[in-house]
Nanobody, 125 residues
Framework: QGQLVESGGGLAQPGGSLRLSCAAP????????VAWFRQAPEKEREGLLC????????YSADSVKGRFTISKDDATKTLYLQMNSLTPDDTAVYYC??????????????????WGQGTQVTVSS
């Protein structure tokens, strides 16, 4: 497998939107559980959303439900995170992750083998 490379982070205003991308050129995404996580300073890494390799089902953490959306393009091997209605509490380093075990995708960081390097998202006025 190759690397996972996130992009699209930056500064956003409260109430604004950002779209993160995760390039995965060495992965056939349809066979991987893929997920987005984030880690704020002095906090644990939090699972946000994932897409299952078994049937394409998505799962969301309550903290982002209704505001963030996960999607992927198997052809371009890219994972996306659309973030809307951002608040300062969304400030964190955001990571994409992948794992090849065939099952419903978990939101547990210990269940993912491959990780990107992270991209910083700061929400501030």
């Amino acid at each position: 497998q190759g690397q996972l490379v996130e992009s699209g982070g930056g500064l956003a205003q409260p109430g604004g939107s950002l779209r993160l991308s995760c390039a995965a050129p060495g992965f056939s995404l349809r066979y991987y559980n893929v997920a987005w996580f984030r880690q704020a300073p002095e906090k644990e890494r939090e699972g946000l959303l994932c897409v299952s390799n078994t049937d394409g089902s998505t799962y969301s953490a309550d903290s982002v439900k209704g505001r963030f959306t996960i999607s992927k393009d198997d052809a371009t091997k890219t994972l996306y995170l659309q973030m809307n209605s951002l608040t300062p509490d969304d400030t964190a380093v955001y990571y994409c992750a992948a794992d090849q075990r065939w099952r419903a995708c978990p939101l547990d960081r210990d269940e993912y083998k491959y990780w990107g390097q992270g991209t910083q998202v700061t929400v501030s006025s």
